[in-house]
Structure formats: structure tokens, C-alpha cells
């Protein structure tokens, strides 16, 4: 089974344009949840332009599926982290002023500095996962730094999907079966949709959670939260 994290930073988005608290972020969560969600992704940036550091605290008091933080482990996101202690959380290599997560980790040259912070993170009891682009020297990299997880980073599987599925997935089928040989659980986010998220399920058995945030919300829009819930859980099943 794949399970359904709903990242909920364009909730928040929206309601940061007016300055007040509609949409209210922690209803939105819970409503994710009664329509089906199976997590909440949250992914606090520095300059606070969408989910706010203080709504992670909130959103612990009532999120009952699985929650997930993601973020640049810098000491501030750390802290947070364990405050927090969330079901998982997963490290992004994203710079600070970057628009959205645009590269996977560098887990070779970043090795040290990955194995020191994933060990204090699942010290606090949290299952770490980190943000990889879908090739197999980095998942290797990724095994040997003691994550649980790797996510795959979607973005080039979303981009070349309609002009070339089986092109646009054979790095992630690769990876995929590297970090299953590797006891790796996997998990993918970045740019799914309801084109191109069934072929991915269909062609990594092993995909334990997809994080899915802008797309899912954009098409809330125009069926409804709750319909586009379903509908995305229709596509991993
Ligand atoms: C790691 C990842 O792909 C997502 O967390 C994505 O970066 C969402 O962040 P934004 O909503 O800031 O684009
Ligand atoms: N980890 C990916 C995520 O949370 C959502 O990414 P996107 O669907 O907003 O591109």
C-alpha cells in the first residue's frame, strides 16, 4: 500500500496573502484527514512564506495520521524537529531563497554531516528520510548515511511523463530497486499529479508514501477537497 501525505503549504500560502486565518491551516489538516489522507506533509522554509514555524506546533496537537516535517536541517529546523517529534521527517538540501526544493542530496560529499544529524534525529524516536535525486551511487550514498527512507525527487519523472513515460521512469525503477536491495524504504514527492502518479505506483512496487502538495490543491480548486482526496487515492490503489 502507498499511502497519501497531503502537503498542506498551499493552504497556507493562501491564507498568508491576506495576513489573517482563512483558510484555517489545522481545519485543513483535519480535513485532509477525514477525506482520506493518510499524513500530513508540512515544509516550514526559513522566511516562514507559507507554513509558519508556529503552525508545525499547532498542527502536532491534532494531526492523527502520520505527520511529516520536511526541510534543510539548519539548528533552528533541528530544533523544531524535536520539539516536535513527528512520525518522520525529511532532510532537503533547498538554499534559503530557492522558490521551490530544486535537487536531491549529495549524499557522498555530505556524509558526515548526514550521519551526525540523522543519528540525533532518530535518537528523539523519528523516522528520517532524505530527499534524493533517482540515482543509485546517491541511494548507495543514502544507505550508508543510516537513513530509514529515501524520497525521490519527482520533478524530472513529472517533466518527462508525457512525452516519454518509460524514459522518465527508468532511473526511478533503478534507484527504487537500490534501495529496496539496500533495505531502503521509499517514499517519492515533487510535482505528482493525477496524470502521472499512477504510472509511478505501477512501477515502484515498493513506494511506501508519495507527498503530494501543489497539484493536489490546485485541482481542489475545481472538484473539492474531498473529491481530489479521493481521487488521488484512487490512483495509488
Ligand atoms: C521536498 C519537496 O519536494 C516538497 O516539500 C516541495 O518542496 C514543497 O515545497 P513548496 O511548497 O515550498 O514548493
Ligand atoms: N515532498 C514533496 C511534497 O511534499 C509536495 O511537493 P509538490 O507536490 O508541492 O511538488
Same mark, same amino acid.
Given at each position: 500500500?502507498?499511502?497519501?501525505?497531503?502537503?498542506?503549504?498551499?493552504?497556507?500560502?493562501?491564507?498568508?496573502?491576506?495576513?489573517?486565518?482563512?483558510?484555517?491551516?489545522?481545519?485543513?489538516?483535519?480535513?485532509?484527514?477525514?477525506?482520506?489522507?493518510?499524513?500530513?506533509?508540512?515544509?516550514?522554509?526559513?522566511?516562514?512564506?507559507?507554513?509558519?514555524?508556529?503552525?508545525?506546533?499547532?498542527?502536532?496537537?491534532?494531526?492523527?495520521?502520520?505527520?511529516?516535517?520536511?526541510?534543510?536541517?539548519?539548528?533552528?529546523?533541528?530544533?523544531?524537529?524535536?520539539?516536535?517529534?513527528?512520525?518522520?521527517?525529511?532532510?532537503?538540501?533547498?538554499?534559503?531563497?530557492?522558490?521551490?526544493?530544486?535537487?536531491?542530496?549529495?549524499?557522498?560529499?555530505?556524509?558526515?554531516?548526514?550521519?551526525?544529524?540523522?543519528?540525533?534525529?532518530?535518537?528523539?524516536?523519528?523516522?528520517?528520510?532524505?530527499?534524493?535525486?533517482?540515482?543509485?551511487?546517491?541511494?548507495?550514498?543514502?544507505?550508508?548515511?543510516?537513513?530509514?527512507?529515501?524520497?525521490?525527487?519527482?520533478?524530472?519523472?513529472?517533466?518527462?511523463?508525457?512525452?516519454?513515460?518509460?524514459?522518465?521512469?527508468?532511473?526511478?525503477?533503478?534507484? =527504487? %530497486?537500490?534501495?529496496?536491495? $539496500?533495505?531502503? *524504504?521509499?517514499?517519492?514527492?515533487?510535482? !505528482?499529479? +493525477?496524470?502521472? /502518479? #499512477?504510472?509511478?505506483?505501477?512501477?515502484?512496487?515498493?513506494?511506501?508514501?508519495?507527498?503530494?502538495?501543489? =497539484? %493536489?490543491?490546485?485541482?481542489? $480548486?475545481?472538484? *473539492?477537497?474531498?473529491?481530489?482526496?479521493? !481521487?488521488? +487515492?484512487?490512483? /495509488? #490503489?
Amino acid at each position: 500500500m502507498t499511502k497519501l501525505s497531503v502537503n498542506i503549504n498551499k493552504i497556507a500560502t493562501l491564507r498568508n496573502a491576506r495576513g489573517g486565518d482563512r483558510p484555517n491551516v489545522v481545519q485543513a489538516a483535519k480535513d485532509c484527514e477525514r477525506f482520506g489522507a493518510q499524513g500530513i506533509t508540512v515544509h516550514p522554509r526559513p522566511d516562514e512564506r507559507h507554513i509558519r514555524y508556529r503552525d508545525v506546533y499547532d498542527l502536532k496537537e491534532v494531526v492523527a495520521t502520520e505527520f511529516n516535517i520536511e526541510g534543510n536541517p539548519t539548528p533552528d529546523f533541528i530544533q523544531l524537529v524535536k520539539d516536535v517529534k513527528p512520525e518522520q521527517v525529511t532532510l532537503v538540501p533547498d538554499a534559503p531563497d530557492a522558490i521551490t526544493s530544486n535537487a536531491g542530496w549529495d549524499t557522498i560529499k555530505h556524509k558526515d554531516f548526514l550521519t551526525q544529524t540523522i543519528l540525533e534525529l532518530k535518537e528523539q524516536g523519528i523516522r528520517v528520510s532524505i530527499f534524493v535525486d533517482p540515482d543509485e551511487g546517491m541511494v548507495e550514498g543514502a544507505a550508508l548515511v543510516g537513513t530509514d527512507r529515501i524520497e525521490l525527487y519527482t520533478e524530472a519523472y513529472a517533466k518527462g511523463y508525457h512525452s516519454s513515460p518509460g524514459q522518465a521512469i527508468a532511473p526511478y525503477a533503478k534507484a =527504487a %530497486l537500490k534501495a529496496q536491495q $539496500l533495505g531502503l *524504504g521509499i517514499n517519492a514527492g515533487h510535482d !505528482l499529479d +493525477l496524470d502521472n /502518479l #499512477k504510472y509511478l505506483k505501477n512501477n515502484l512496487p515498493e513506494l511506501a508514501e508519495v507527498s503530494i502538495g501543489h =497539484a %493536489l490543491i490546485c485541482d481542489a $480548486l475545481y472538484f *473539492g477537497l474531498e473529491n481530489t482526496i479521493q !481521487l488521488y +487515492l484512487r490512483q /495509488l #490503489k
